[in-house]
């Protein structure tokens, strides 16, 4: 099966800057739709960045210019790098994403998530 590692959360001031990974491991061939959602305390778990499988990216109005999405399929891995860090950018990060297991087999699911905190 796969799994999705999470990694790169922490503390940051406002203005600063990080970069979550997410970590593919498993039986995995490549990473072909890669998403990050968040989850701020009280509030609904929302999209903030799609890297689909065409390639276009999307993000959410609220990180657009500041967030960028990428992954790195000789390493299994998907980013989001993280500028211009706002306290309201506060909360978990999940990953999600399709992998492609080879052999026609594909697998969906989530990594358990990395806690982001920006302080004013």
């Known amino acids: 099966q796969v799994q999705l590692v999470e990694s790169g959360g922490g503390l940051a001031q406002a203005g600063g800057s990080l970069r979550l990974s997410c970590v593919a491991s498993?039986?995995?061939?490549?990473?072909?739709?890669m998403e990050w959602y968040r989850q701020a305390p009280g509030k609904q778990r929302e999209l903030v960045a799609e890297l689909t499988r065409s390639g276009i990216i999307n993000y959410a109005d609220s990180v657009n210019g500041r967030f960028t999405i990428s992954r790195d399929n000789a390493k299994n891995t998907g980013y989001l790098q993280m500028n211009s860090l706002k306290p309201e950018d506060t909360a978990v990060y999940y990953c999600?994403?399709?992998?492609?297991?080879?052999?026609?087999?594909?697998?969906?699911?989530w990594g358990q998530g990395t806690q982001v905190t920006v302080s004013s």
């Open positions: 999600k994403a399709e992998v492609d297991m080879g052999f026609g087999s594909t697998w969906h699911g």
């Open positions: 498993g039986s995995v061939s490549s990473i072909v739709i």
